[in-house]
Each structure stands twice: as structure tokens, then as C-alpha cells.
């Protein structure tokens, strides 16, 4: 009996594996990225980011119900702020981090072609850097620029999260998708090498995408 049952098994996890659909394709799109912090700032007015992101995807979809799809995604993320406190002179300044994410999605479609998406993402932090301007705000003209990379000391390499979103196939294998991505390890190791001085920072990121099916 316990031959049989197992035989049975392994049959019926054989049929599903030859059913399921296997495909693949690029994708790419737009970033609204955010850092979340657990104090509140007066000196600094804290604004979204806009960046791109790019990459791969496989698509294994087990019925017309439930597939997994994993990525694998360059990704230009980060924040931008500006300096209130003077008259004459205003001060930007932004940090930019560029990710190589790994986000391994669960997709349950209610309806064809319309998917909810939902799973775990394992990113890993290619670089970081500080970005600021000096403008003088009575003719409008830009003073001083920097760029300066953010010691790898201060930073955490991996980041980790939950990927949320819904995506929608349209004709001839493209696919358009929105995606919000909750942080939930700290970016930094220190409370410095940041524009924003605080130990509990975290990713926030808004993703707007097209895909392109092979």
C-alpha cells in the first residue's frame, strides 16, 4: 500500500511538472524609491527618488491559477532631500544605492492574464553613493556639485524584503505590472556616511514596468 501511495506521488508530481508552462523574458521600468527612518527631520524636506530598473525573468506557471516566477533585476534606487534652513542658499543632496535584486514571486491569477504577485526579495548592494548641489536660489544658478562614494563600511550589502504587486498580460508577450517593495533589514551600519543621521533605515520602492515575453 505504501508502494503504491508513493507511486502515486511521484506520478502525479510528474504530470505537474509536464504540464506547467515554462517562459522567459526582460523586463525594465521606472523606480520611485524612498528610505524609511525612525526619526523625524526638520532640517531636511525628504522627496522620492526616481530611478530605473532592468533585468530577467522565468515564469513557471503550474495551471491557469498559480505559477512562480522569479527575477533577477539591476536596480538604481535611493532619496533626495533639500536643505530649508538657509535664505539665499539651498542644499540638495541624495543617496544613491544601485541593487542587484532578487525577487522570487508567487503569481495567483483570479481572472486571464490579470496576476496578483507576491513573494520574498534578496537584494545585494552593488555600490552607494552621496550626491549633493549647492544652488544659489537668487539666480538660480548651480555653486557646487559633489559625488562621493559611501564607504563600504557603513553600508549592509544584503537587503531584504516583500515584494507586492499585480501585473497584466497583454497581446503579442508583453506585460505590464506596478510593484511596491517593503524593506525590512537595514541599509546602513552606522549611524553616518547618510544624509539622514539614523540607525533604521530601509528601502522603499515603487516599481512601474514593461515586460517582454520570449
Do not use: W
Not at 525594465?28 to 524636506?45: E, M, V
Amino acid at each position: 500500500m505504501k508502494k503504491l501511495l508513493l507511486l502515486l506521488a511521484a506520478f502525479t508530481a510528474t504530470a505537474t511538472v509536464a504540464s506547467a508552462q515554462l517562459s522567459y523574458g526582460v523586463k525594465g521600468g521606472l523606480n520611485i524609491s524612498d528610505i524609511s527612518h525612525s526619526k523625524n527631520f526638520t532640517s531636511f524636506d525628504k522627496k522620492m527618488k526616481t530611478g530605473i530598473f532592468v533585468g530577467a525573468y522565468v515564469e513557471y506557471q503550474f495551471n491557469d491559477f498559480l505559477a512562480i516566477q522569479p527575477e533577477l533585476l539591476y536596480s538604481r534606487q535611493g532619496v533626495s532631500s533639500k536643505d530649508k534652513s538657509t535664505e539665499d542658499i539651498t542644499r540638495k543632496a541624495g543617496i544613491r544605492l544601485n541593487y542587484l535584486n532578487l525577487p522570487i514571486l508567487v503569481k495567483f491569477y483570479p481572472i486571464e492574464r490579470l496576476s496578483i504577485d507576491v513573494g520574498p526579495q534578496i537584494g545585494y548592494a552593488l555600490s552607494a553613493k552621496s550626491i549633493g548641489r549647492v544652488v544659489n536660489t537668487t539666480d538660480g544658478r548651480s555653486v557646487t556639485r559633489t559625488k562621493d562614494r559611501i564607504d563600504k563600511k557603513d553600508y549592509n550589502h544584503f537587503d531584504f524584503g516583500v515584494a507586492m504587486g499585480a501585473s497584466y498580460k497583454l497581446m503579442n508577450n508583453f506585460s505590464v505590472f506596478a510593484r511596491y517593495y517593503l524593506g525590512v533589514t537595514k541599509i546602513n551600519k552606522k549611524d553616518n556616511g547618510f544624509i539622514i543621521s539614523d540607525k533604521n533605515l530601509s528601502n522603499r520602492v515603487i516599481q512601474i514596468g514593461i515586460g517582454c515575453g520570449f
